[in-house]
Structure formats: structure tokens, C-alpha cells
């Protein structure tokens, strides 16, 4: 199956950040029952990162999860990931990064508008990254939309919108989605898989 296909039964997503034991940590994830693993480092030059990238994607392969990165279409070609999640709305279009990276490749994009959240659903975007609702290491306070406003909002007028607009679509099975930044503070006890 395909990664783009593999997306649509896809429920959580993580997003990582740079620690020692990412790799173990990445690991216990898939096993527990995330679905797409997100490499995401904004310091790292990308010399750094490629052989990250490389032992994550073999790990998420062979755990039956997604590997995509954040922001870098070049890190993407390099290391053979599944996708891409692109953050500015000046970044490359999602168009563009298909035709650079394969149409099967899964293109994620970030939107703080409904107006940005729908341009991207236009362009053919596989998910869209909505938030933060609370804060994060990346997201302090000032960031965030938390759960009645801001991404809240958003989602509902997002949900609205594409029920109105897209009522065949869902007639023919298409489901809405969530995703998580996932803490590795704590251990499953209820791994899935």
C-alpha cells in the first residue's frame, strides 16, 4: 500500500524534537501506535540530520509506520521520506514539492486561517497541521489558540466549511483527522501493536 493511502487510516501523528534517545524513543512510539512519525528539528543543519532521518524511516518501514520531515524538501529527496509537512505559506507549493518528490509523496501543510486552510485543501494538501491548542517547547503561551479560540475555531469553521463544500466527499468515505504532538515523558501501558 502506498504511504498516501497508508494516511487515510492514520490517527496519530508525532512530532519530534531533538533529544539523545530519539531513535529508542521513535521506536517504542510505532510499537505503542502512532502512525506517522514527523522528524522535526529547526537547529540541525541538515548534514546532521540525514542519517537521523535515514534509521528513523527504516524504523518507522518496519514497524508499519509513516516517516515524514518538517520543512526541508531536500532532506526529503535525501533520506526517502514518505512525506513532508511544509510550515509557511511561502514555502513551496504542494504542487511544487510533488513534482520534485513523486506524486505519491504525502504533503503536509500548516494553517492558521480557514482562508489558508482551504487554499492548501485546493492545492492538494494530505493533511493540514492546525495550532497549537496548548503550549510547547516551539508554541509558548503567546502562540497559542488554546481550546475556544484560535485552533478551536478554526477547526470548527475548517469542519463546516469542507461539510458544506465537500458533502460528496464524505458521502464516499472521506473522514476528517486529528494529530498529537506526543509527549515521551511517560510509558505506555497500552501499547497497540
Known amino acids: 500500500m502506498k504511504a498516501r493511502e497508508s494516511l487515510r487510516d492514520a490517527r496519530l501523528l508525532l512530532v519530534t524534537d531533538p533529544r539523545p534517545d530519539l531513535t529508542s524513543r521513535v521506536r ?110 516551539t508554541k509558548p503561551e503567546g502562540d497559542v489558540g488554546g481550546t475556544e479560540a484560535g485552533a478551536g475555531d478554526l477547526t470548527r469553521q475548517l469542519s463546516h466549511t469542507l461539510v458544506r463544500n465537500r458533502r460528496r466527499d464524505y458521502a464516499d468515505g472521506a473522514r476528517g483527522g486529528c494529530g498529537w504532538r506526543v509527549r515521551f515523558r511517560r510509558r505506555s501501558r497500552h501499547p497497540r501493536r
Open 28 to 137: 517504542a512510539a510505532v510499537r505503542g501506535g502512532v502512525d506517522v512519525v514527523q522528524l522535526r528539528d529547526k537547529h540541525a543543519p541538515r548534514e546532521e540530520l540525514v542519517p537521523l532521518a535515514a534509521e528513523l524511516r527504516e524504523i518507522c518501514e518496519s514497524e508499519g509506520a509513516i516517516f515524514t520531515v518538517n520543512d526541508d524538501v531536500k532532506l526529503a529527496r535525501i533520506t526517502g521520506a514518505a512525506g513532508i509537512h511544509l510550515v509557511g505559506q511561502e514555502d513551496t507549493g504542494t504542487r511544487d514539492v510533488r513534482a520534485l518528490l513523486g506524486p505519491d509523496t504525502i504533503v503536509g501543510r500548516s494553517a492558521g486561517t480557514l482562508v489558508e486552510a482551504m487554499e492548501a485543501l485546493r492545492e492538494g494538501a494530505d493533511y493540514l497541521g492546525i495550532g497549537a491548542v496548548y503550549a510547547t517547547p
